[in-house]
C-alpha cells in the first residue's frame, strides 16, 4: 500500500466553522500552505465557499456569489501554483465557472461538495483540463432506506454522469461526505463500512475533520483544535478499510500517525 495521500485544509473564507478568517489574507493563506506541505502535505485543499454546519441549500448559496468566491480562490491558487512547492493544488467548489478560473491559473484538482450534481458544467470544466474531481457524497433529502448502500448508489450516478462526459475513471474520486444529510449514527455506519466503498475500485477520499461526529464521539465539549486526535482516530479506520487519501485541518499529527502506523503494520 502506498503511503496515505494528506490534503491539507487552507481556507480563504471568514466564516469558516473551524478556522475562519486566519487564513483570508493571502500572505497568511500562503504561508498556512507552506506550512501544511512542510508537516507533510500532498494536496492543498482552497475553498473560497464556507461548508461550516447550519449551512443550506438556501442560505449558504446565496450569500456567496460567484465572483467573490473567484476573487477568494484565484489569487491564492496562482501564488501557491507560482511558488512551485510539489503538491497538487484542489479547490473545494461545486461551480463551473469557479473550477474553470482556478484551474486556468494552475490548479490541479476539483473537489465538488455537490458530486457533479449542483452545477453540471463542472464535469465539463473537469474534462476540459483532464484533472480529477473529488464526488463528495450530498443530497437535499437525508433519507436512507440503508444509508451506506444509498450513499454507494447516488456516488454511482455521479460516476455516471462523469463518464458520460468522458472523464476518465482515474480522474474519479469519491468520498462518503460525512458531515452532510446525515445523522452521527449514519455517519458511523458509513465509517464501519468504507471499504464497501473502496471496493468499487475509485480513490477514496476520507473527510471527518473536527466534524460533528468527531464532537459527538469525543462525548463532551470541545474546541475545533481539540478534536485533532480523534480526528486521527478516524485516520486509522480509514487506512484499515482502504482508503486513498483524508482531508484535514492538523496535517502534521495525521502524517506522523498515518505513516508510523503503516510501517508497523508493514504496508509502507
Known amino acids: 500500500m502506498k503511503q496515505l495521500q494528506?490534503?491539507?485544509?487552507?481556507?480563504?473564507?471568514?466564516?469558516s466553522f473551524s478556522d475562519g478568517g486566519k487564513y483570508h489574507a493571502i500572505d497568511?493563506?500562503?504561508?498556512?500552505?507552506?506550512?501544511?506541505?512542510?508537516?507533510?502535505?500532498?494536496?492543498i485543499d482552497v475553498g473560497g465557499y464556507s461548508t461550516?454546519?447550519?449551512?443550506?441549500?438556501?442560505?449558504?448559496?446565496?450569500e456567496v456569489t460567484v465572483e467573490e468566491e473567484i476573487s477568494r480562490v484565484v489569487p491564492v491558487v496562482e501564488k501557491i501554483a507560482e511558488l512551485n512547492l510539489g503538491v497538487d493544488i484542489s479547490v473545494d467548489t461545486f461551480r463551473g465557472e469557479v473550477a474553470d478560473a482556478a484551474l486556468?491559473?494552475?490548479?490541479?484538482?476539483?473537489?465538488?461538495?455537490?458530486?457533479?450534481t449542483f452545477d453540471g458544467s463542472i464535469l465539463d470544466v473537469v474534462k476540459k483540463y483532464d484533472?480529477?474531481?473529488?464526488?463528495?457524497?450530498?443530497?437535499?433529502?437525508?433519507?436512507?432506506?440503508?444509508?451506506?448502500?444509498?450513499?454507494?448508489?447516488?456516488?454511482m450516478e455521479s460516476v455516471q454522469l462523469c463518464k458520460d462526459k468522458g472523464i476518465k475513471d482515474e480522474n474519479i474520486w469519491l468520498d462518503p461526505g460525512v458531515g452532510f444529510q446525515k445523522s452521527r449514527d449514519e455517519e458511523v455506519e458509513v465509517m464501519?463500512?468504507?471499504?464497501?466503498?473502496?471496493?468499487?475500485?475509485y480513490k477514496v477520499l476520507l473527510a471527518t475533520s473536527r466534524k460533528r461526529m468527531v464532537k459527538e464521539l469525543i462525548g463532551k465539549e470541545s474546541t475545533p483544535e481539540e478534536?485533532?486526535?480523534?480526528?486521527?482516530?478516524?485516520t486509522i479506520v480509514?487506512?484499515?478499510?482502504?482508503?486513498?487519501?483524508?482531508?484535514?485541518?492538523?496535517?502534521?499529527?495525521?502524517?506522523?500517525?498515518?505513516?508510523?502506523?503503516?510501517?508497523?503494520?508493514?504496508?509502507?
Do not use: F
Open 6 to 15: 494528506i490534503m491539507g485544509i487552507l481556507n480563504v473564507t471568514p466564516d
Open 28 to 43: 497568511d493563506a500562503i504561508n498556512h500552505a507552506k506550512k501544511l506541505i512542510d508537516d507533510g502535505a500532498n494536496i
Open 52 to 62: 461550516r454546519p447550519g449551512y443550506t441549500e438556501v442560505t449558504g448559496y446565496t
Open 104 to 116: 486556468r491559473v494552475g490548479a490541479t484538482m476539483i473537489n465538488d461538495q455537490w458530486r457533479g
Open 131 to 155: 484533472v480529477p474531481i473529488i464526488l463528495m457524497h450530498n443530497n437535499t433529502h437525508g433519507i436512507y432506506q440503508n444509508v451506506v448502500d444509498d450513499m454507494i448508489s447516488e456516488l
Open 192 to 201: 464501519r463500512n468504507l471499504d464497501k466503498l473502496v471496493e468499487k475500485g
Open 227 to 234: 478534536r485533532d486526535p480523534a480526528t486521527a482516530a478516524t
Open 238 to 268: 480509514g487506512i484499515n478499510q482502504g482508503v486513498h487519501a483524508v482531508r484535514v485541518h492538523n496535517v502534521k499529527l495525521n502524517r506522523q500517525l498515518a505513516d508510523v502506523y503503516m510501517k508497523l503494520q508493514g504496508d509502507l
